[in-house]
């Protein structure tokens, strides 16, 4: 009884620290900056942070977190506007949401996806927020046990999903994406012993193929070039309309708001894990549990809120580990534990005793930062989707050098912008071919972790399997694991089969 | 076809602008900023840039940080920090490198990271080519879980006498694991299996979660769990002991171990470094904030609270340090069987044999 | 019928994809039984590639296997015929793609790094909206200049980012 009294008490404290108009203003000002950043491709939330952490340096350590972690969350939902309007989502958190948001948006109710994205962001975020305050303790425990073993398979689980990215095509092309991707993230030196793997004796492939340049080019510019191949480019409908959802639509942005926010905030806390991975396990979670399934893809509301809670919901899930165990859970949560620590916060298992209220100020801020971003989200829209309107022949061309910008500001390397030059061409014809793009980001983001994290687990078991398979949480993942193939297969036959009766109509792809 | 020619003449005019481009670019003179016309600014023409070898939030972008935003306040002038991963740090440096010598671009990493570029092969870059600043160095600390059954050096022995058995380590190469190759030879325990976890701070976690009973890792990213209780540490790779908070002592190697007195120079520093052949001026006005940096009391407080020591090198000790680090994480690589390059190609002494009389020579060359 | 007929000419393409991956994987395998072994295979650097090399060699023959039993090896002669790539090549598709993509090159591997960004991205906007006609020849203009300078200013100012 006592503990409950004295938490309320810090929660109470910490929320006078941070009620007061200036951190309040700062906070608006913050999310904006983070919006306005996040929409602009390859302009990811981790550079945002990195160009600001030195900002924070002479600020009270109070203003530091309102203002890194208000940067944070902007950052993350602003990646949705121009996956929504233009194809090419600001942060590789938001490439799951362009699958849905892009197609509504030629429907002509860009608008309207924006509004649900940001809608759905901030109820994931408010979920993942109570779980940040009242189930850390718990999900602490858990996090502890996660090592190299249940690392590889959670990257195992993404490749199953691959398959099922693959929208209008076959499993097959998306499995097929995904491996290549994996491939991509073999290039450079190996995380164990350092051996150059596949850089054709180049220096510059050392480093690796980079996440960012990869995915600006396969989906930034391919899009270029997939919109201006055509004699006349699509356009978006004049009328803007209401940006606000109606009841119904509401009521499908609603649906998979919890259990969305639950896998979010659940990968958040996987150390290592970050918002893309979420929003695609988040996606592909509620493809297959939703009655409307099918559409997903083609302009749902329902696969847009999967996507888009789920990679909000990650933020305040990120805090569990890094605040206990000092692991952060994704790059941008590294730099936000690179300036607390600089403020003299050290994350880790003394904080509870050092600094209890430090955990209820960081979810205050991020409680106040979700609000924001909804307010701040919604003015926005408007000039957003005016912006973001505008003639291709003349938007398209200036994507193109905002690309390079993006490619080459993460690390300030021309090699990159080359890097991302050639994966949007050979983007550009895979997507001519029906393979889709999204397995690639997957394949990226996964190859080392499962790389790295099979051969480190069987260091562990001297060369041997077995004694990795007692684990609990590694056998729960393997059951997942085990579900997700059984119900893809079974649905892909279900499909085919239904594919075959209706193929005399058979419905050419949505887009491309 | 009028379409056809219209193409090529603008395809035409880009490629003769890009000639007078490269011309134009070459004659550009920077105007001097306007600000700096009354008191003489150490970097006039622009903002000067520290290029940091590995990515934001990671151990050596902690490290540097503090100190270049002191360096900052002491000089009045704004250092941009940038971070530049890849290959452990040999990306930055071939690009530092490679820009002018002018004193604007300088270059951080980790001592043991740029110790292992030779045999790596990821950069000829070596001490010679910079001037370095260290501000602290990282013991490493070996830790065991506290409710299993090693509590002393001597267990260990006995644990690992006992066939092979695993050892945590954040990574290979690193400063902590060529330091404990280089204790496990003067223990006599030659066969253990080594397990990486990708990080120090993971090494541990391993031990507390059970998953290991032995890791070693740079002090600083165990610290807490020390302080909490989760971890106990045996020892530090420091020539003394480290006080904890508690009033408890950890123990210095030196002590524990037969002919451990060199291990304390195997500890890691993250220096920042810049172009030898930069203009003299600028290296010593960085020197002049660098050591008034390191005695700001936010500098003082970092290094206490990270459990990093103080030490300032510059200069030729700077160098000397340097050089000799490069001779013993080589060695202690190519000894494991971790790289191809052999040390003697490079003209690295082995420890035993390391003279500074000579390896200073190399600065002549 | 044409519907039809455009599956069966991107099961063509998936043919080429087919054989291309199958060399992949091939080259995937061998490279990484090449690799150097340090303590054991399983934690060698080529124990993830070799597996990623075998399932890419096999994706490959299956997407071959796909197209086949689809009936696209009839077309293949007929879609790589000289009038059916001629018909490619006069597209007006793929000559826009193709000059858009010379455009990038040149933009991308020649211009950046060798004179200012701000100079290389005017460059290139002009003449990409040029060829596109996406606007007449002043307006063209403005606008290039004006988002040169928008981006140049703020990534360089408010972002505080490098420009290459």
Redesign the interface.
Known sequence: MTSIATQMGLLLSALNGILTPDKILLIFAATTMGII?GAIPG?TG??????L??VT?TMQLEYAVAFLLSVYVGAIMGGCYSAIMINIPGTPAAAATALDGFPLARQGKGGKAITAGIIASFLGSIISCLILIFATPYIYTIA??F??WEYFLLAFFGITICGSLAGGS?P??G??VG??G??AA?I???????????TFGS??L???IQLIPALIGVFG?SE??IV????VPYMLEQKIGSVLPNKEELKQITKPVARSAIIGAGIGAVPGAGEDIAAWVSYDAGRRRSKEGKKFGTGSFEGLSCAETANNACIPGAMIPLLT????GS?QA??F??AI??H?V?P???LA?EDPQFLYTTAITLFLASFAMLIMGIILTRPMVHVLKL?R??LM??V???T??GA??T????FD??VM?IFG?LG?I?R????PMAPLVLGLILGEM???G???A???G??SIMPLLGRPIGLILIGVIILSIISGMRKYAKDKAVHQETSTV?E?PAHD | MKKAISILLVLMLVVMLAGCGTAETGEETPEPNEEASGDEKVWPKTTPTV?IGF????GT??AV??VV?EMEKYLGETIN????????S??AA??VLNKPHDGYSMFATGSGAFA?FGV????DSTWVDWASFHAFTGPAAIVVNPNGNIKSMDDLKDYYSKG?Q?FAIG???NGPHVQIEAILKLMGIDSV??????SC??AG??V??G??EVAIGSFSALI??V??G?LNALCVTTADGWTLSNGETIPSITTLVDGAQDIPQLCETWPIMIPRDAPQNIIDKVEEAFKHALTTDAVK??AE??GYIIVGYTGEEADKFYALQTAAYSWVQYDAG?VEISPEELGLSRLEDFDWEVEKQKLNK | MS??N??LR?AV??VI?GII?FI?GIY?II??LN??I?K?F????????LF?GI??AF??I??VL?AYKIGAFPLIKVVLSKENLKKFVKD??TL??AV??LI??I???VL??RMHFAIA?ML??VS??LY????NWWKTLI?SAI??LL?CVV?QYG??????
């Open positions: 950043v302009l981790t550079m945002a942070l990195a160009l952490i030195n340096y502890l046990k090592s190299q076959s097959v092309k499995w097929i491996f290549l994996f491939l073999m450079g030196l190996d995380t164990i012993y350092s051996y150059a793997r596949f220096r510059n050392i480093a690796g510019i270029v070039l201006l191949s055509e004699r165990l000092s692991v952060p790059p590294a730099m534990m690179a620590i600089l003299g050290r880790g298992p003394m005793l003639n022949k003349i061309p200036i193109v050098p905002m390079v910008i080459y500001a690390n300030v390397n021309i912008i080359k030059f061409f550009f895979l001519k071919l029906d393979f499962a790389d790295k099979f051969r480190q069987l260091m562990q001297q060369g058979s050419g | 290029t990515g934001a939030g990671g972008d902690t940080r503090p935003a920090v940038l971070n530049q991963d890849g290959g452990a040999a990306v071939t690009n292992g790596n092969g990821t950069s092979t695993n990574s290979f190469g299996n080594y397990m990486t976890l990708g701070r993971d976690i391993a507390v979660s998953d290991a807490d769990f302080n909490a989760e407080k970092f609270e990270t971790l | 519907q039809q455009k599956e991107k393409g998936d994809v991956l992949i995937v490279e990484s690799m150097k340090f054991n399983s934690d060698a650097p080529g124990f993830f590639p990623l399932i890419i994706l490959g299956v997407l796909q007006d598709r826009r793609t858009l993509t990038m090159i933009y991308i591997y950046i790094g991205t290139y906007l990409t909206m596109l006609k996406s606007a606008i988002s040169t981006i990534f972002f505080r980012i490098p420009l290459p």
